[in-house]
């Protein structure tokens, strides 16, 4: 009686792989996987379906309770079964998969993950994304994404907007590297796009832009586009946007302004186009990117390539509502409705007071740096979160600052973050610039983070790294 009860409950549980043989009767019932297939929408639609996605939901909840973790590459491999199967598997060997998959992913919405611009996990955008993905549709057409088009239409409804996947545009950096991969792209050749030097703060030096627009031009090259940044990916640092516009404007060229990190806490009228992305300071799950024209018309009159099969102009609605011709792709991921719904959840005034906060702890980062001066360098005086500094392990605490210490202390952030990405308790990001070596770059743009988490960043960190030993 017993076996009985025991083999009823594993028949009912589509989850459970054991292949089990009624011996009595020589029934056997075989819970594999893809025999149990789990559908939406119809009336027979098992009740699996909705069991195995509650449960997806319980590794999704588990989750965002977990905390840093670091495997290097090759123990990773070891642990991991990432075989393709010939044979389908179990609904619990894919659960099982899931939560696999999930612990060992590195924890970028931990406070104490400060690597990356985007950091954090707002759970309000959270449930947007998995909202959209069981949506599943395609971003060209008003027709099969009616709700979400008109979306995207309120949330940028004085910028022309389209949410676009990879960043900015070409021509004329001080900026972030996808301006020489755009000028690639777009067939210029990188040889065309004219660095311009910025000064000590990682700002474009304007006189230096207005010389090197005079150079080419006499020499019969047409300078047509300039890139300011608003928010230097590394140092934060702003260009002068008013300045860059009257240069621009005097020499007839488009100004672009890469807002991606900076375009949470400001937006320019001055230029042509403006791309900002709100997966990372606003905290909008990845990936959300956006770019902005100042004029009606200009992406559908650059990119319109008129499928017929998709924009045919006799539909019954306004086929202006039809947002595929306006960008180069053709398939285009709906990231507008996760930054809808946590707009609606936050409010503008949330908005502000999530870029009012991270200011602030970026600023409490700053004073506790300087509060330890023996064992950290602050680098300059961020004008964003971006936060600029050295370690010094106590081998280098006390010597004058110098070039040559300074290279030393740029070999400190490698073995540092090497120690870090080991003990698994803290990560940041390090990078060396056109002015120094390797130096840390600690960014706050997670809502999760608090004071709390700052002082246990630099504490960790000198535990860490105190008895590091350079040559
Ligand atoms: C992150 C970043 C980019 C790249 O944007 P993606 O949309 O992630 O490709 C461009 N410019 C700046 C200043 C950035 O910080």
Known sequence: MKNIILLYNFIN??????????????????????????????????????????????????????????????????????????????????LEDCKTTLKHQVKTGHPHFFNQLSCGLDIISLAGEWLTAAANTNMFTYEIAPVFILMENVVWICLQPVCVPGGPSPQVPACHYSVKSCA???????????????????????????????????????????????????????????EIADICQKYDMWMHVDAAWGGGLL??????????????????????????????????????????????????????????????????????????LQWRGKGTSGFERLMDRLMELSEYMVRRIKEQSDKFHLILEPEMVNVSFWYLPKQLRGLPHDSNKEIKLGKVCAKLKGRMMQAGTIMVGYQPDDRRPNFFRNIISSAAVTEKDVDFLLSEMDRLGHDIVVD
């Open 13 to 94: 549980d589509p989850f459970c792989h054991i292949v089990i043989r009624f011996s009595t009767k020589n029934i056997s019932y075989k819970a594999r996987g893809c025999l149990l297939s789990i559908l939406p929408y119809r009336e027979d639609s098992n009740p699996q379906t909705r069991e195995f996605l509650a449960r997806v939901v319980d590794v999704l909840l588990d989750f965002i309770q977990q905390i840093l973790e670091f495997k290097m590459p090759e123990e990773m491999q070891k642990m991991l079964d990432l075989n393709l199967p010939e044979d389908p598997l179990p609904l619990k060997q894919l």
């Open 267 to 340: 937006f320019s009228k001055k230029a042509d186009s403006v791309t900002w992305n709100p997966h990372k300071l606003m905290g909008t799950l990845l990936q959300c990117s956006t770019v902005h024209f100042k004029y009606e018309g200009i992406l559908l009159s650059c990119n319109a390539m008129s499928a017929e099969y998709l924009f045919m102009t006799d539909k019954i609605y306004d086929p202006r509502f039809d947002t595929g011709d306006k960008v180069i792709q053709c398939g285009r991921h709906n990231d507008i409705f996760k930054l809808w």
């Open 184 to 242: 690639s792209v777009g067939g210029l050749g990188t040889d065309y796009c004219i660095a311009v030097p910025s000064d000590e703060r990682g700002r474009m030096i304007t006189s230096e832009l207005e010389r090197l627009v005079r150079y080419h031009r006499d020499r019969g090259n047409v300078p047509f586009f300039v890139n300011a940044t608003s928010g230097t990916t590394v140092l934060g640092a702003f260009d002068p946007l008013m």
